[in-house]
């Protein structure tokens, strides 16, 4: 019947995207898509990173010449070397921050293969039509099947929507990696002035934010997997649409908590991180 046919179409476009999103969970920003996204990043943010030496120099004159009295105190050994430290250690910041941010993004992969693993769910468990569901809906009439229909049809066009909302999500994540990766000089400069480094270091923890929206993105997704593990109860002794709304409203309020907390985990991350 096409009423069973257009919840399965809706569930299979569901669990098909989240397969999609648990597959991209493990992959990192340097295989997502064969590299080829990635490898431009790489180019641009070498070519920044001239930009940002250039950015470097001048962070580091203003920042003495507003925490320096006169150009004299200069001449005291350990302001001297202080200054020189900072100078040095910006630098390095800017000429080896792709060596940086790829550590950080390998300790995040490495918390998500571990609550993956710990977990004890190595993949999304797919969700089904119960055969209760399947029986009553074969079992009615023509004209009683007339509502069936519109609850099925906005059924299936809530999950549907839900489902590509939720994997838009993931791959903003992804797309804001690539963003960070690329202009990652130029905040990174601003670690050689004492007034700007603030800059530098919300760029440092941003970066870190993003990286760690994939563990919260997968723990949302071991708890789904757990309730898409035992699904909605359906009670036979009520009205085949009453069953059919039932179920579809239980299923619609599961995947929101998913879609919801994948969403927001972002701001999640941002609170845990204090930014």
Not at 90 to 99: P, S
Not at 185 to 202: D, T, W
Request: charged content about 15%; proline content about 4%.
């Amino acid at each position: 019947m096409w009423i069973i046919d257009n919840l399965e179409h809706a569930l299979r476009v569901w669990n098909e995207r989240l397969a999609e999103l648990w597959g991209l969970l493990m992959q990192s920003p340097e295989t997502f898509r064969g590299g080829a996204v990635w490898n431009v990043m790489v180019n641009i943010h070498g070519a920044v990173r001239a930009i940002g030496l250039a950015l470097l120099v001048l962070f580091f004159v203003v920042g003495v010449m507003k925490n320096m009295g006169s150009f004299a105190e200069l001449k005291r050994p350990e302001v001297a070397l202080k200054v020189f430290i900072r100078f040095a250690l910006a630098r390095a910041a800017v000429t080896y921050g792709l060596e940086l941010m790829l550590a950080l993004m390998s300790i995040a992969q490495g918390l998500i293969s571990t609550i993956m693993s710990s977990s004890g769910v190595g993949t999304a468990s797919p969700t089904v039509l119960p055969t209760e569901i399947i029986n009553a809906i074969e079992d009615i009439g023509f004209f009683e099947s007339i509502p069936l229909w519109a609850v099925t049809l906005l059924g299936g066009l809530f999950i549907t929507v839900l489902s590509f909302i939720m994997i838009l999500s993931v791959y903003g994540r992804f797309f804001k990696i690539y963003l960070y990766t690329a202009i990652a000089p130029v905040p990174l400069s601003a670690f050689a002035g004492e007034p700007s480094q603030n800059v530098g270091k919300s760029f440092i923890k941003s970066y870190c934010a993003v990286c760690l929206e994939g563990a919260i993105i997968v723990l949302a997704c071991v708890i789904f997997s757990v309730f898409a593990s035992t699904p909605p109860v359906v009670d036979t002794s009520v009205a085949p649409i009453t069953q059919v709304w039932s179920y579809v409203g239980e299923l619609i309020f599961n995947m929101l908590i998913l879609v919801g907390t994948v969403k927001m985990a972002d701001r999640v991350v941002r609170e845990l991180m204090g930014l």
